[in-house]
């Protein structure tokens, strides 16, 4: 990528004009409320932050509000998991797209308990059974990492959000205890279910977002605090995973449209790369029916068109 010709992208101006042509479609999603506390948002709210590896930051629209983070957090769990057990990993789950809902049941049986990748449910909750098995007091020591990636002590769990989830998740538990039977979850189901409801219950800005992402833009050192948290190899591994399985069934549609890897969230949130440049985060409540944000998907897709920036 010719980093040269960037010099002079004025960003702001660039994800201004974003959040002026994806307001028209803010009322388009549908915000999720499968579990009931994911509804009680305003789904009029967009927001948007990048974050350069040269430390640059620029922010619009509602960037600075706390959002319920859900499946992107599944990418900080798995890179814990993944420092721990290196490739060890993989035995327990997979790396192929799943082309299955994300919380589906069918294929984990035809395929004895070992889920297809590590950002559907099922490989989600392994992941989170090798952060509980290796480490102690599992649920803090997450939440620690992720304050530190994003470089905000501030962050927290939503505890309204966290009770929602446990209350209704009775599809988790199924996934976990199915796994259980096939020998793939070594720890107790309800000390791995509670670590996994509550990392995806914290809450988060874009801004917070978009910085927690940037070892994965740099890889595997942040640029803030210098730390290396992943070998190149296994960040290049993950972003790898985050193009072909990170936005549910729909990886393909938006690897076309978009062309970074990404993680989206059923809270309405998208965080993003381009390695050697920069992370950026989207957020708005409204998911299209495969549980992307409709306007951030839209979002992403004109910052990559307006800037000529992707990874192709
Ligand atoms: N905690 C949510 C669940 O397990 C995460 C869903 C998501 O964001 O994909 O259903």
């Known amino acids: 990528m010719a980093n040269d010709n960037l010099k002079h992208t004025d960003w702001q101006l660039i994800i201004n004009e974003i959040a002026n042509e994806v307001r028209p479609l803010l009322n388009e999603g549908k915000v999720a409320d499968y579990i009931p506390e994911l509804a009680n948002v305003d789904s ?8 350069m590896l040269d430390g640059r930051a620029f922010s619009c ?7 319920s983070v859900q499946s992107i957090s599944k990418v900080f769990s798995l890179t814990k998991a993944f420092s721990i057990l290196k490739d060890d990993l993989w035995k327990r789950v997979g790396k192929e797209p799943s082309g299955n809902p994300f919380n589906s049941l069918i294929q984990l049986e035809n395929e004895n308990g070992k889920p297809r990748n590590p950002f559907i449910n099922a490989g989600a909750i392994v992941v989170a059974d090798c952060v509980v098995s290796n480490t102690e007091d599992s649920l803090n020591t997450i939440i620690d990492f992720i304050r530190e990636l994003a470089c905000n ?42 670590f996994y409801f509550g990392h995806c219950s914290l809450s988060m800005s874009c801004e917070d977002v978009a910085r927690a992402f940037l070892f994965l833009a740099n890889h595997g050192v942040h640029p803030v605090n210098k730390r290396r948290y992943l070998t190149a190899s296994q960040s290049k591994r993950i972003n790898s995973l985050l193009l072909t399985c990170g936005t549910y069934d729909a990886a393909g549609d938006f690897a076309f449209r978009v062309g970074m ?24 409540p409204g998911l299209d029916k ?22 192709f």
């Open 44 to 51: 009029n709210a967009f927001g948007i932050s990048i974050c």
């Open 61 to 67: 629209g509602d960037a600075h509000t706390k959002f």
């Open 153 to 194: 002590k501030s962050i927290k769990m939503n505890q309204a959000m966290f009770r929602s989830e446990k209350a209704f998740g009775h599809r988790n538990a199924a996934l976990a205890h199915f796994m259980k039977s096939y020998g793939n979850i070594e720890a107790d189901v309800d000390e791995v279910l509670d």
């Open 261 to 284: 890897p990404g993680k989206s969230g059923v809270g309405g949130g998208i965080a993003a790369i381009i390695p050697g440049l920069l992370s950026i985060c989207v957020w708005s």
């Open 290 to 311: 495969y549980g992307n944000s409709l306007a951030g998907v839209k979002a992403l897709e004109l910052f990559t068109t307006k800037t000529g920036i992707s990874i």
